[in-house]
């Protein structure tokens, strides 16, 4: 089984800035997109911020500006740094990385999440 460790987050106050760390694990290649999800209690996990292997990058319209994803060492690892953090922003966010292990076929793999806390 494959899991993904994300790390960096925990409790910051509005205005501040967060960096969140994805790793890739050694038995997944191919990696062809990598991405932070975030899900806050009661609604849907929802996207934050994607990058493909080409480079482009997507992002959600509420934390455009704000948030940026980046990717080093041939994509070893990925990062989202948040800046201006809001309340808005707490959530559980989730790394994933779409790619394929040896003999299998390429999907979505995710991190166990790690909670981002925003206070006022």
């Known amino acids: 089984q494959v899991q993904l460790v994300e790390s960096g987050g925990g409790l910051v106050q509005a205005g501040g800035p967060l960096r969140l760390s994805c790793a890739r694990p050694g038995s997944l290649f191919a990696i062809t997109a990598m991405g932070w999800y975030r899900q806050a209690p009661g609604k849907q996990r929802e996207l934050v911020a994607r990058?493909?292997?080409?480079?482009?990058?997507t992002y959600a319209d509420s934390v455009k500006g704000r948030f940026t994803t980046s990717s080093v060492n041939a994509k070893n690892t990925v990062y989202l740094q948040m800046n201006s953090l809001k309340p808005e922003d707490t959530a559980v966010y989730y790394c994933?990385?779409?790619?394929?292990?040896?003999?299998?076929?390429?999907?979505?793999?995710w991190g166990q999440g790690t909670q981002e806390t925003v206070s006022s």
């Open positions: 994933s990385m779409y790619g394929k292990r040896l003999w299998s076929k390429a999907r979505d793999y």
């Open positions: 990058i493909a292997s080409g480079g482009s990058t």
